[in-house]
């Protein structure tokens, strides 16, 4: 089973605008991880956000984390042709990462 | 410096047949993992290996074996092949000990099962 869900499934954006997903999950975590993968390619990690840390930004990504509601949420802004891709959060469990479903972002020109 | 390289990058196989997957992480990384990535849906994990030892195993069949090799590299094997076998299969390596932190992902072997 798999401990993040995102949510939505899909999303559709015109380039410039900003696009917002979110992940739940079940369990505690140390950390919770946004990665990146583009067309069934290989996943790149795009930020890690720790459990005693709330947000987190790292150039146009903007990430949230509310232990409370075991819940995250990651923002995109100005968003680009390039940021086209399915989106996956992660909870890091001792030997492994957990990932949800992901999101998948399509940006219109 | 390199990153972590995946061999072959497709294959197809038929039903019953075995296959041998092979990853070498980023050097200087000791610790290698396994995830099966099936069509929509995130990856899910199948092994890490740390030290050549098999630190962690997910919901996977016999049929699903691993090795990590002394300089680190490591083979996925999968016995009996099944339909529901086809899958992208990524490895991913991690540099720190402490099983935290970012992994660092090749670019999947896609494996076909007719």
């Known amino acids: 089973s798999q401990q993040g869900e995102e949510d939505p499934q899909a999303l559709s954006i015109q380039e410039g605008e900003n696009a917002t997903m979110n992940c739940s999950y079940k369990t505690s975590i140390n950390n919770l991880q946004w990665y990146r993968q583009n067309s069934g390619r290989g996943l790149v990690h795009l930020i890690l956000?720790?459990?005693?840390?709330r947000e987190k930004h790292s150039g146009r990504l903007r990430v949230t984390l509310d232990t409370s509601k075991k819940s995250s949420s990651l923002l995109i802004t100005a968003s680009r042709a390039a940021d086209t891709a399915s989106y996956f959060c992660?909870?890091?469990?001792?030997?492994?990462?957990?990932f949800g479903a992901g999101t998948t972002v399509t940006v219109r020109a | 410096d390199a990153g972590v390289t995946q061999s072959p990058t497709h294959l197809i196989k038929t039903r019953g047949q075995h296959v041998t997957l092979r990853c070498s992480p980023i050097s200087g990384h000791k610790s290698v993992s396994w995830y099966q990535q099936v069509l929509g849906q995130g990856p899910q994990f199948i092994f890490q290996y740390y030290e050549k030892e098999e630190r962690g195993r997910g919901n996977f069949p016999d049929r699903f074996s691993a090795r990590q090799f002394p300089n680190y590299s490591s083979e996925l094997n999968v016995n009996a092949l099944l339909l529901g076998d086809s899958a992208l299969y990524l490895c991913a390596s991690r540099r720190d000990t402490a099983n935290t932190g970012e992994l660092f992902f090749g670019e999947g072997s896609r494996l076909t099962v007719l």
């Open positions: 992660a909870t890091d469990e001792k030997y492994k990462l957990s």
């Open positions: 956000i720790r459990s005693n840390e």
